[in-house]
T-cell receptor, first 117, second 113 residues
């Protein structure tokens, strides 16, 4: 299957700082990327959907000014957690798909664990 | 709105035995996709099996098979000859059109040696 990478795999930051997480599709072009948040022992919660070259569409309740998403190319999307606070600590997962393909499948990155002190 | 329900928060099975994980969903669409994903302790999401709703034949991938009951909106996953490496969280998911994946709450599967 297609490969999606995330960087970093884990990050610890101080409260009030900003953190950027990268999501890359390594062997395919991702027309659409998704960002999820997962709390321990819970399911994935979709935060936003981003299409290459367009503004991201945020799910209800997700602060767009806090979670900045950029999808400037067909292989890279970034999630920036601005002015992070301890309650932002979580596991963040991205996924990607190519809408031009007939295969209706999302390919997931390995996730990034964010800890805000 | 489409919803996916997994009514079994936890399941356990003896190694080499068979276990079935349940999933029901709600939709008014007729053409959609259903998936089972596995999330092991590494937390990497792994696609286990997929089913297109227009196909009547149940999907099978080696030891994994599904029982897709479209009228009942049921999509259970059967794991045969369970192995220790099957221990993980399993998520049922629904997908329609160019929309987002809708996940169930997950079922934690434990394999007893």
């Amino acid at each position: 299957g297609a490969v999606v990478s995330q960087h970093p795999s884990w990050v610890i930051c101080k409260s009030g700082t900003s953190v950027k997480i990268e999501c890359r599709s390594l062997d395919f072009q991702a027309t659409t990327m998704f960002w999820y948040r997962q709390f321990p022992k819970q399911s994935l919660m979709l935060m936003a959907t981003s299409n290459e070259g367009s503004k991201a569409t945020y799910e209800q309740g997700v602060e767009k000014d806090k979670f900045l998403i950029n999808h400037a190319s067909l292989t890279l999307s970034t999630l920036t957690v601005t002015s992070a606070h301890p309650e932002d600590s979580s596991f963040y997962i991205c996924s990607a798909r190519d809408l031009r393909l007939a295969v209706n499948e999302q390919f997931f990155g390995p996730g990034t664990r964010l800890t805000v002190l | 709105a489409q919803t996916v329900t997994q009514s079994q928060p936890e399941m356990s099975v003896q190694e080499a035995e068979t276990v079935t994980l349940s999933c029901t969903y709600d939709t008014s669409e007729s053409d959609y996709y259903l998936f089972w994903y596995k999330q092991p302790p590494s937390r990497q999401m792994i696609l286990v099996i997929r089913q297109e709703a227009y196909k009547q034949q149940n999907a099978t991938e080696n030891r994994f098979s599904v029982n897709f009951q479209k009228a009942a909106k049921s999509f259970s996953l059967k794991i045969s000859d369970s192995q220790l490496g099957d221990a993980a969280m399993y998520f049922c998911a629904y997908y329609w059109g160019a929309q987002k994946l809708v996940f169930g709450q997950g079922t934690r599967l434990t394999i007893n040696p």
